[in-house]
T-cell receptor, first 112, second 109 residues
Framework: KAGVTQTPRYLIKTRGQQVTLSCSPI?????VSWYQQTPGQGLQFLFE???????NKGNFPGRFSGRQFSNSRSEMNVSTLELGDSALYLC???????????FGPGTRLTVL | KNEVEQSPQNLTAQEGEFITINCSYS?????LHWLQQHPGGGIVSLFM???GKKKHGRLIATINIQEKHSSLHITASHPRDSAVYIC???????????FGKGTHLIIQP
């Protein structure tokens, strides 16, 4: 069974631009979560989706948004990029929100 | 807000040693995860537990709900165990997972 895939793997943007990251969960998994990892703050929870509905949202500004499609694929969008948004963005999927999560390889975003 | 503390932050040991990594949290939780992250970023979920003890190969995870404390043990450590080990908790008033800062483990041959 294929694992969680994330595209693109690397991305360079400039301040003020917006970016969209994509996550394809393991086949059959209906829950997708997004995380941000930086050297200073470590791993932080962004949001969780289950069956196209946002179940939980972390403490991030409204510039960070996401959605989940009927095939369980998920996207997250960051608008008006800031230097501090440079990070590794990870997504994870599971069958149900309370099950073990399987992580993707991440998208490394650099904001110049 | 749940505060998740891990110790030690860094640990260097010799191959074959018994390793213990600790995690404590401030507010009651519904579950605790132990994750492993290798250089390059990939994260693997090792355990998810809400009580007692779990074992997988050379790895053992325990949790004491009353004391708000969990430990990850590695027996007969090997250089391939070198990674960052991260504790994360579910619940305790926060949405989603709340993570510890991680323990950088290096096993020398």
């Amino acid at each position: 069974k294929a694992g969680v895939t994330q595209t693109p793997r690397y991305l360079i943007k400039t301040r003020g631009q917006q970016v969209t990251l994509s996550c394809s969960p393991i086949s059959g998994h209906r829950s997708v979560s997004w995380y941000q990892q930086t050297p200073g703050q470590g791993l932080q929870f962004l949001f969780e989706y289950f069956s196209e509905t946002q179940r939980n949202k972390g403490n991030f500004p409204g510039r960070f948004s996401g959605r989940q499609f009927s095939n369980s694929r998920s996207e997250m969008n960051v608008s008006t990029l800031e230097l501090g948004d440079s990070a590794l963005y990870l997504c994870a999927s599971n069958l149900q929100p309370t099950d073990t999560q399987y992580f993707g390889p991440g998208t490394r975003l650099t904001v110049l | 807000k749940n505060e998740v503390e891990q110790s030690p932050q860094n640990l260097t040991a010799q191959e074959g040693e018994f390793i213990t990594i600790n995690c404590s949290y401030s507010v009651g939780i519904s579950a605790l995860h132990w994750l492993q992250q290798h250089p390059g970023g990939g994260i693997v979920s090792l355990f998810m537990l809400s009580s007692g003890k779990k074992k997988h190969g050379r790895l053992i995870a325990t949790i004491n709900i009353q004391e708000k404390h969990s430990s990850l043990h590695i027996t007969a450590s090997h250089p391939r165990d070198s990674a960052v080990y991260i504790c994360a908790v579910v619940g305790g008033g926060a949405d989603g997972l709340t993570f510890g800062k991680g323990t950088h483990l290096i096993i020398q041959p």
